[in-house]
C-alpha cells in the first residue's frame, strides 16, 4: 500500500507539472518596468497584483521588485509571495525563500506564469501551516524580458535575498529567513548563504536547505555531456553565458548546432511534455554538438564554472543536504563531497539520503525533512549535524 502511494503521488505531480507547462501564461506588461520605475533601493517593491488563494487558504502575491543585476545595474525580478492564514505572531513570521530548479532560460518559463505554481513550490502546504511566508523568486531574466544569467550564483542569489526583502514590506514579516531549494535553486540556495551577511545584513539567514545542488558545474557538465539532459543543460549554459558574460559560443559549439542550441532556449522544462519536446529538439545534438573535446576546460568556459560553484558556507549557518540515491544528473558522490568540505571546514551539516529517489523527486520527497529542520532553527534549536559519522 505505501509502495503504491508514493507511486500515485508521482505519477500526479508528473500530471500536474503537464497541465501547469500547458496553461502558462504569457508574458504579459505585469513583468515590463520602466527604468525610472526599475531605479529603487533592492527588495523594494515595483508592482503587485493578487493571486488566487492556495488550497490552505493562504493569500498570495505577483510582486514585481527591483534587484541588482551581473554588473551592479538595477533590474526587476518577478516573485510570487505566499502569506499563511490567520493573525502573524508579534515580531511578524519568519520567511522561507524557494529557489526553484531549472526552468528554462527563456522569460515565458517564469515559475510565476505558471498556473499550478503553488504545487511546484516543494513543501508549501507544510510550510504554510507553520506559519511561514514563502517568497519564490523567478530569477532575473524569467518572467522580466532578459536573457536569464543561468546556473550563475551570485545573481540568483541576490534576487532569492531581495525576495525575502519584498516580502517583508509586504506582509511585515520578521527578519529570520531560511532557503531551500532543488538542483540550480540549490545552487542558488547555497550562493545565499555566501553573500547573505554582507548583501542584506539586516537579515538574519538561520539554515540552508538544499536538495540535489548544482555544485561542482565542471564535474556536473563532463559527468552528463553524453546524455540527453547533460546536453540540454550545457546547451542553456552556454547559449546563457554567451550573451551574459559575452563567451564565445561558436569557439566550442559547432556552427551547425548552434541554430538547435537557440531553439532549445526557447523551450521551457515544467513537464514530462516539456522534456520528451526538448529530446526531440536536441536529438541532432547526438551527431553533432561540441567542436572541442571538453570546453569544460577551454577559457573562459572553465573559469565561469569555478566561479559559479558555490564554496562553503560560512561558520554559524547550518546547512541541510538532501540527496536521492537514483539521480542520474547531479551525483551522489558529488553531493556527499560538498558535505565533506562542508564538514572539513567546521561546519554543521546534516545529510538526507533517499536512496530510491531521482532527480525529479527529490525536492519532493524531501521536502517534510527540510521543513521540519528549518522549523527546527527558526524555534532556536541547536541544528544536528552528521558530519564525523560513517
Same mark, same amino acid.
Given at each position: 500500500m505505501a509502495k503504491f502511494a508514493i507511486v500515485t503521488i508521482r505519477i500526479v505531480l508528473f500530471v500536474v507539472a503537464l497541465v501547469s507547462a500547458s496553461a502558462a501564461s504569457a508574458q504579459t506588461p505585469f513583468?515590463?518596468?520602466?527604468?525610472?520605475?526599475?531605479? +529603487?533601493? &533592492?527588495?523594494?517593491?515595483?508592482?503587485?497584483?493578487?493571486?488566487? /488563494?492556495?488550497?490552505?487558504?493562504?493569500?498570495?502575491?505577483? *510582486?514585481?521588485?527591483?534587484?541588482?543585476?551581473?554588473? +551592479?545595474? &538595477?533590474?526587476?525580478?518577478?516573485?510570487?509571495?505566499?502569506?499563511? /492564514?490567520?493573525?502573524?505572531?508579534?515580531?511578524?513570521?519568519? *520567511?522561507?525563500?524557494?529557489a526553484h530548479p531549472t526552468t528554462g532560460v527563456a522569460p515565458r518559463c517564469a515559475p510565476s506564469l505558471a498556473l499550478f505554481v503553488f504545487q511546484q513550490i516543494q513543501g508549501l502546504r507544510e510550510m504554510t501551516e507553520q506559519g511561514f511566508i514563502v517568497a519564490a523568486t523567478d530569477y532575473p531574466g524569467l518572467g522580466t524580458p532578459e536573457t536569464h544569467p543561468y546556473l550563475v550564483g551570485d545573481s540568483e542569489a541576490r534576487a532569492v535575498i531581495d525576495s525575502v526583502r519584498v516580502a517583508r514590506a509586504l506582509t511585515g514579516a520578521s527578519n529570520r529567513f531560511a532557503v531551500w531549494g532543488h538542483s540550480q535553486g540549490g545552487q542558488a540556495a547555497l550562493f545565499t548563504g555566501l553573500i547573505a551577511k554582507t548583501y542584506a545584513p539586516e537579515l538574519d539567514l538561520v539554515g540552508v536547505a538544499a536538495a540535489a545542488p548544482a555544485t561542482e558545474l565542471r564535474t556536473l557538465l563532463a559527468d552528463d555531456i553524453n546524455s540527453a539532459g547533460g546536453r540540454n543543460l550545457a546547451a542553456m549554459t552556454?547559449?546563457?553565458?554567451?550573451?551574459?558574460?559575452?563567451?564565445?559560443?561558436?569557439?566550442?559549439?559547432?556552427?551547425?548546432?548552434?541554430?538547435?542550441?537557440?531553439?532549445?532556449?526557447?523551450?521551457?522544462?515544467?513537464?514530462?511534455?516539456?522534456?520528451?519536446?526538448?529530446?526531440?529538439?536536441?536529438?541532432?545534438?547526438?551527431?553533432?554538438?561540441l567542436s572541442v573535446p571538453n570546453f569544460y576546460d577551454a577559457e573562459p568556459w572553465r573559469g565561469l564554472m569555478a566561479a559559479n560553484t558555490p564554496g562553503t558556507q560560512p561558520p554559524g549557518i547550518p546547512l541541510l543536504l538532501a540527496q536521492g540515491g537514483a539521480d542520474g544528473l547531479v551525483r551522489p558522490q558529488v553531493t556527499q563531497d560538498y558535505m565533506r568540505r562542508q564538514c572539513a571546514a567546521g561546519g554543521s551539516v546534516q545529510m538526507v539520503f533517499l536512496k530510491g529517489a531521482n532527480h525529479g523527486v527529490i525536492a519532493h520527497d524531501a521536502a517534510p525533512t527540510a521543513v521540519e529542520w528549518m522549523t527546527s532553527r527558526f524555534a532556536g534549536a541547536p541544528a544536528p549535524s552528521d558530519c564525523g559519522r560513517n
Open positions: 513583468y515590463r518596468a520602466s527604468p525610472d520605475q526599475i531605479a +529603487g533601493a &533592492p527588495g523594494t517593491l515595483i508592482r503587485q497584483e493578487a493571486m488566487m /488563494p492556495t488550497r490552505s487558504g493562504a493569500t498570495a502575491y505577483r *510582486v514585481l521588485y527591483r534587484s541588482v543585476g551581473l554588473h +551592479g545595474e &538595477p533590474i526587476a525580478v518577478s516573485a510570487v509571495i505566499i502569506e499563511p /492564514p490567520g493573525s502573524p505572531p508579534l515580531g511578524g513570521r519568519p *520567511v522561507v525563500a524557494w552556454l547559449w546563457s553565458w554567451s550573451r551574459v558574460f559575452g563567451a564565445p559560443i561558436n569557439s566550442v559549439v559547432d556552427p551547425a548546432a548552434i541554430p538547435v542550441v537557440d531553439l532549445l532556449a526557447g523551450e521551457c522544462i515544467e513537464s514530462i511534455g516539456d522534456i520528451l519536446l526538448r529530446r526531440r529538439t536536441s536529438r541532432p545534438l547526438e551527431q553533432r554538438f
